[in-house]
């Protein structure tokens, strides 16, 4: 199960596994930010290789007007997958706490 | 323990679910299944994309032994792919050199102890084992 979507404050709000299954929902939605954003991974449990993918595509999009994503609350496996992947050099990522 | 799939995306969440049932059975360290279920995915989804065409279901088996949990993916009536050969991705990228994809069997390669591969008879079995810690 995964479900996004903006909070109150504007961030948005990624909840339960992202997986391949569940990218074209998250493209989707993705493909409707057009400003800067903070991501909040408070309560995603799980990304693939396929949400990084998504990600990717709209930080691509987004730096074309100097614009990008800011992923905070990681989890430990999601920080993991972000280290071996480099993303951690071209994402700004928080870890919990900060 | 082991179990067909039917070769789709949407069978991840009974993969996962077959997963942790197995894992509450035998009671493995919660630290590996993450990694564990993110590999599985990794090689189920890798075993859809390339073989669309292929109607045969995709047989997971899972098994563990002093904590290290051993998973197996077995494909039938397939091409070969190793996906043991190295892969050249560059992940020092900068943003505007990087595109989605390829970053799966780079990152499955850095999360599992032991990955092997063998082909034979139109057969591709994959195998890969996670210890705790």
Redesign the interface.
Known sequence: ?FHIHFGDDGKIICTG?L???QCEKAQSFMDSVEEARIVDFSNL??I???G???L??T??RL?ETGAGLKIINVNN?IH??FR???FN??FDIEPPGN | MQKNFNRSYASLEEIFEFTDRFFATEDIEESIRLPVHFVMEELFTNMVKYNPENSNDILLNVDSANGTVTVTLTDYDVDAFDVTAARNVNINAPLERREPGGLGLHLIQKMVDTLEYDYADRKSTVTFTKRPG
């Open positions: 199960m596994r997986d391949a299954a449990e799980y693939s290789s396929a990084l993918g998504v990717l595509k930080q691509k730096a496996h993991d997958v071996y992947s480099g050099a071209i």
